[in-house]
């Protein structure tokens, strides 16, 4: 369910609070996330049980239509991951649309996940620069459950952790038009942290506006 406040909001108090019910049915869902996009509508991605598999499902709420819609075909088969072992979407709105990023599946390869990333643009889910969502995505040793996404509207930065001889690091990517580059050595080696906690809480934000995260 998604719950929205319909008085108060510049004094955060919540006068009244409608509950919109999601029109799709699978066999379970989770880890649900949540933007605005350009025009106020708020737009939900989360990890869609179905078939025997795992992939993310978006829908944005139409005030007009009085319901929730798909951006594209993200509400059916596949949805906008299309691999069956996708889980743990974040959302960002940019200029050019919503971004979507999750963690992925490597195949024989235990508790480790590949970054992938999609952006609607008004038809469908397309690659933010080429292999973003195919192979090994934006980084194809991604471990844990951790991932954070911000945008300032035209950039978007993505960070991650991974382990390596049991110490776990915190890693960031940074994306200007199509081109995903790290700053200043934030993808390589210790990456941003140099180390992390086990239980890493961590978020990621242009000019103070704070990312979506996760905390395992």
Known sequence: FFFQAEDGIRDYKVTGVQPCALPISVAAASSPTITLDA????????????????????????????GWMPLGGSLTGGGISGTGTARLAKLATTAAGPVAVWLDAVPNIPDA?????????GTAWVEVGTGSATGNGLVGGATGDDLA?????????????????????????QCIS??????????????????????FAGSVAYAGQRSEEHTS
């Not at 869609?48 to 009085?66: L, S």
């Open 39 to 66: 025009s106020g509508a708020p737009v939900v991605a989360w990890t869609a049980d179905h078939a025997g598999g795992r992939d993310i499902y978006v829908a944005r709420y139409d005030a007009e239509a009085g």
């Open 149 to 173: 996404v911000a945008s300032d509207g035209t950039r978007t930065a993505v960070a991650w952790t991974r382990r390596s001889a049991g110490v776990r690091h915190v890693l960031l990517k």
């Open 178 to 199: 199509t081109a995903w580059e790290e700053i200043a050595g934030s993808a390589t080696g210790g990456g941003v942290s140099g180390a992390a906690d086990p239980w």
């Open 113 to 121: 996940s590949r970054i992938y990333v999609r952006r609607f643009n």
